[in-house]
């Protein structure tokens, strides 16, 4: 399969993935539990609302800079699942734009967004689920993109990977300061 169609069923099933798959399992196991017990996170609306656009602004922000920036910059994608490439392998190192704040401005991205949908949803339950997920993801998917990035970046990327933090943006950079402080 050439590069181009196989960035482009990255993107149609990743996006299925992630816009209607994951958020509708959120949404139905939510149901499923709120049925037994509902705590509500947010009773202000007007807080709650402010709340939801201000996560699904700064979400979509990254979401959608760190495709671009991947796409242009690094041409290709970290991820291969058993030695199977989801998007074609990554030309160059990309450590501009969101990526010089957080190593993985797309998950950051997503996992806002989803926070935001929890917070739609408005439901303790959604919150604890979405937390999992991202845990989840941090634990397997983003090592098995770090195990591609050593293999084919060396120590330019464990260099990078000195510097920003895993996840969230200027986290490990705060604690580097504190530490010289």
Same mark, same amino acid.
């Given at each position: 399969?050439?590069?181009?169609?196989?960035?482009?069923?990255?993107?149609?099933?990743?996006?299925?993935?992630?816009?209607?798959?994951?958020?509708? =399992? #959120?949404?139905?196991?939510?149901?499923?539990f709120d049925t037994v017990y509902r705590v509500? +996170? *947010? %009773? !202000? @609306? &007007?807080?709650?609302?402010?709340? =939801? #656009?201000?996560?699904?602004?700064?979400?979509?922000?990254?979401?959608?800079?760190?495709? +671009? *920036? %991947? !796409? @242009? &910059?690094?041409?290709?994608?970290?991820?291969?699942?058993?030695?199977?490439?989801?998007?074609?392998?990554t030309k160059n190192l990309v450590v501009s734009?969101?990526?010089?704040?957080?190593?993985?401005?797309?998950?950051?991205?997503?996992?806002?967004?989803?926070?935001?949908?929890?917070?739609?949803?408005?439901?303790?339950?959604?919150?604890?689920?979405?937390?999992?997920?991202?845990?989840?993801?941090?634990?397997?998917?983003?090592?098995?993109?770090?195990?591609?990035?050593?293999?084919?970046?060396?120590?330019?990327?464990?260099?990078?990977?000195?510097?920003?933090?895993?996840?969230?943006?200027?986290?490990?950079?705060?604690?580097?300061?504190?530490?010289?402080?």
């Amino acid at each position: 399969m050439n590069r181009d169609k196989k960035m482009i069923l990255g993107y149609i099933v990743g996006g299925l993935l992630v816009i209607v798959l994951v958020p509708s =399992i #959120i949404y139905i196991v939510t149901s499923l539990f709120d049925t037994v017990y509902r705590v509500e +996170i *947010i %009773q !202000n @609306t &007007i807080i709650r609302w402010i709340t =939801i #656009i201000m996560l699904l602004v700064i979400g979509l922000i990254y979401g959608i800079w760190s495709v +671009i *920036i %991947q !796409n @242009t &910059i690094g041409q290709g994608g970290p991820l291969e699942i058993g030695n199977i490439e989801v998007s074609p392998r990554t030309k160059n190192l990309v450590v501009s734009g969101p990526y010089k704040y957080t190593r993985n401005p797309m998950l950051f991205g997503t996992f806002l967004t989803y926070l935001a949908f929890a917070l739609f949803i408005n439901s303790i339950t959604s919150v604890v689920l979405v937390s999992a997920i991202f845990v989840l993801m941090l634990a397997v998917v983003v090592k098995m993109e770090e195990e591609r990035l050593l293999k084919d970046f060396g120590n330019q990327y464990e260099e990078y990977r000195k510097k920003v933090s895993m996840f969230v943006p200027w986290f490990q950079r705060k604690i580097e300061e504190q530490k010289t402080i």
